[in-house]
């Protein structure tokens, strides 16, 4: 919060000096006045407003029509079924808007009715979530509801502060002097719009910050962007379209090839399916198998799971990371999704896009800010894209999980379901199988991928000594994933 607002300190504490001297001038045009403690407190509303839409809104270089309506949720406190994980999410909606219902209060006299400043507290989260709709953050109803509380308690403390501080309440409002009288206005309500609509204009042009770039601001460094020099220290030329090779340990990029490009994710995407389950799941949780497997298409790859099988979400990860099962991704998903919507009763379709939200926001916070997915298999959808960068910090994210590492490292896993089925499933990934030809001893997994769109396609990892690094390689054959990964990783120069 406190990065969000230096960083669009300076325009906002420009628009707001601006604009109390542009109302200066139209005051004394008008033979009217304010205290010296109305001024005050339009700054401190100026910058207040700064740090709410430099938190909140989709600078306008990240809005996006293409973006429009794909993150949103209208199920009304849904919030509260996340408040274990997250109870900032509760408390500071709340808390953000406070200041906002205060500051009214001690600035209009208007504003000292609660039906007014209500509908402005609601309003201007609205407006908020609204704009949301043309970005990557979610557009929520709860946001709505807890900012409107947030405004309700800064309405009551903006009237204790008046109750206790009679010099403050005489001096809210414009002052109009006329025959040598003077009469307090009460029609002061505009002013304070057009602060909000100007500060608005000033953080949507000028400021580059939002909430989801401070929580980026707090993770482990992420690979260089194209502003950043590459250290390339290998030589090797590939015949996959994408490919990204990072040395984890040093942070140092060795090799890329149109890492920016977006792409379709196939199967890599069911890393981000599981990192997003284990956030709200736990390993030995029960999972009753629905019809949801049902929506995947015809030529998905699967784990053959059907509607009444019970296995753990443990389980179902092997499903999902081994033979990839595409019926897996689903089911997790719908699992997953019913307790995010906190209705274990929430239809498949609600569900699923619960889920697919909490991986956009999961992808967004693993650094994956040039990816959308839309499905939690990957299969080809429309809209659908990602980069090798990005997969490249998926799959950052994915080996911090111990579980998940040791199952993408597992060359095979039986497992005896809780409803009475034997499985085994064999790892599609040949870097890890000592009778391919393509075995590589150092291989740790990750995540093989494949249809019409993206190509054939594998996101790999290897320990290498003390180092471990992680090879994308996209838009390849079916050969040639395993090749191009083997010829990148063959290509560092020991140390």
Known sequence: MLFAFSENLLPGFAVSILFIGIFEIYLKL???????????????????????????????????????????NLI????????????????GNIIMFIPFGTLLVLLSRKCGRLLITLPMGAGLSVFIELMQLFGYRITDIDD??????GTLCGFIIGKMILRNSPSLRRAA????????????????????????????????FAGPMNTDAVEKHALPPAPPTAATPVIKTISAEVSARNAYLWDLSSNAILY????????????????????????????????????????????????????????????????????SGNDAAYSLAVFSGRKICGDDEASIDAALDAFVSAMNEKADELGAVDSWFVTPDGYDAEGQYTTAHDLACIARGFLKSDLLSEIADSRSISD??????EVTYDNTNELI?????????????????????AGSCLVSSAQIGKKRYLCVVMGSTEEGRWADSLKLYRSIKPE
């Open 416 to 421: 005896t379901w809780l409803s009475g089925q």
């Open 30 to 72: 008008r033979n009217e006045k304010v205290n010296w403690s109305h001024r005050i407190l339009m700054l401190i509303m100026g910058l207040y407003l700064t740090m709410i839409f430099s938190m909140t809104l989709v600078p306008w270089h990240q809005a996006s029509l293409h973006a429009f309506g794909r993150n949103v």
């Open 144 to 149: 709505v509801i807890l900012n409107t509380v």
């Open 76 to 91: 009304p406190f849904h919030v509260l079924s996340t408040m274990d994980e997250n109870p900032f999410n509760l408390w």
């Open 256 to 323: 890329k090839k149109e890492s920016d490009q977006k792409i379709a994710p196939a199967s890599t995407t069911k890393m981000l399916t599981a990192v997003t389950a284990l956030d709200y799941c736990e390993q030995d949780e029960e999972v009753l198998v629905g019809e949801e497997v049902y929506q995947i298409a015809t030529d998905a790859s699967r784990a053959w799971l059907n509607p009444g099988a019970r296995l753990t979400v443990r389980q179902l990860l092997d499903a999902l990371l081994l033979p």
């Open 433 to 453: 199988d000592p009778e391919s030809q393509y075995y590589y001893e150092y291989a740790t997994g990750l995540k093989t991928g494949k249809s019409e769109a």
């Open 173 to 204: 409002g414009i002052i109009k002097r006329i025959d040598g009288n003077l009469f307090r206005k009460h029609n002061d309500v505009p002013n304070i719009a057009l602060l909000v609509l100007l500060v608005l204009v000033s953080t949507f």
